[in-house]
Nanobody
Framework: QVQLVESGGGLVQPGGSLRLSCAVS????????IAWYRQAPENQREEVAN???????YYAGSAKDRFTISRDNTDNAVYLQMNSLQPDDTAVYYC???????????WGRGTQVTVSS
């Protein structure tokens, strides 16, 4: 099993920044990659950023140049630095892991990010 716990969400003003954290535990060696997703009310859940075993990264077009995903192997954590936040970034942000143990896809419970003046 893999356990994921998100933290760092909150209320920020437009133009502000937040850093989200995903604490990873369990069968860490089975994980192939970790991603951040977000889901706004009434919207589909969408991938924001992804980091693989080799440190390769992917960003959605809406996140590129504003968000940065990083990994700290010592602390078993993945971070999402979010800058220049805008109201349409408001969503619940979820940590996601793809692993080689059942059920193979794991989710955290999410952390709320609200961007509003």
């Amino acid at each position: 099993q893999v356990q994921l716990v998100e933290s760092g969400g909150g209320l920020v003003q437009p133009g502000g920044s937040l850093r989200l954290s995903c604490a990873v535990s369990g069968n860490i060696d089975s994980i192939a990659n970790i991603a951040w997703y977000r889901q706004a009310p009434e919207n589909q859940r969408e991938e924001v950023a992804n980091i693989g075993q080799r440190g390769n990264v992917y960003y959605a077009g809406s996140a590129k140049d504003r968000f940065t995903i990083s990994r700290d192997n010592t602390d078993n954590a993945v971070y999402l630095q979010m800058n220049s936040l805008q109201p349409d970034d408001t969503a619940v942000y979820y940590c996601n892991a793809r692993a080689r143990v059942a059920p193979y896809v794991f989710w955290g419970r999410g952390t709320q990010v609200t961007v509003s003046s």
